[in-house]
T-cell receptor, first 114, second 114 residues
């Protein structure tokens, strides 16, 4: 158990809809990262938050947004969903912000857009 | 543009033998490298890491080797056990200011044969 909690585990929704994925980091970790894993693809970095502030942005679509709350949990909002957004979305946390410590991953949310 | 490449999608090894998983990278700014293991329906689990100031790091049955001049790293597992059957991801980052989080390869599926 990595200590990172993601909810829900599965989500099925229709095109055009909006969903929210939730992540609680490990106790004591200030950094939260979001990754997307599509079929036959590696893990693609979306966005990082550190102690409530956005710190780094990767290949995140404009239809997607995220935030980190004062209690350090994070939410990833996906809107105007398309079939191609179907993927596994992973949240990870680490104690610091600068990429020199391992990330600890949750078990992911599997999103299916129909 | 894939900055971290794992050229073997799968690898089959007999139980008790050595498993060697390879990874190449193109970004010379990467200075921190990690290996993750992933079982189905779970998130990636951190295995071992190495900083660019070292060329070898060991942890039990797992050893990571880094060849900076060749931009190549490898993970050695010895002896291989049935529980090692999983997908292994190589990852890299630029510490202290990298804006891309961890960059992952697409993974190698290791199968340990009894």
């Amino acid at each position: 158990d990595s200590g990172v909690t993601q909810t829900p585990k599965h989500l099925i929704t229709a095109t055009g809809q909006r969903v929210t994925l939730r992540c609680s980091p490990r106790s004591g970790d200030l950094s939260v990262y979001w990754y997307q894993q599509s079929l036959d693809q590696g893990l693609q970095f979306l966005i990082q938050y550190y102690n409530g502030e956005e710190r780094a942005k990767g290949n995140i679509l404009e239809r997607f947004s995220a935030q980190q709350f004062p209690d350090l949990h994070s939410e990833l909002n996906l809107s105007s969903l398309e079939l191609g957004d179907s993927a596994l979305y992973f949240c990870a946390s680490s104690v610091e912000a600068f990429g020199s410590s391992p990330l600890h991953f949750g078990n992911g949310t599997r999103l299916t857009v129909t | 543009d894939q900055q971290v490449k794992q050229n073997s999608p799968s690898l089959s090894v007999q139980e008790g033998r050595i498993s060697i998983l390879n990874c190449d990278y193109t970004n010379s700014m990467f200075d921190y490298f990690l290996w993750y293991k992933k079982y189905p329906a779970e998130g990636p689990t951190f295995l071992i890491s190495i900083s660019s100031i070292k060329d070898k790091n060991e942890d039990g049955r797992f050893t990571v080797f880094l060849n900076k001049s060749a931009k190549h790293l490898s993970l050695h597992i010895v002896p291989s056990q049935p529980g090692d059957s999983a997908v292994y991801f190589c990852a890299a980052s630029v510490t202290g200011g990298g804006a891309d989080g961890l960059t992952f390869g697409k993974g190698t599926h290791l199968i340990i044969q009894p």
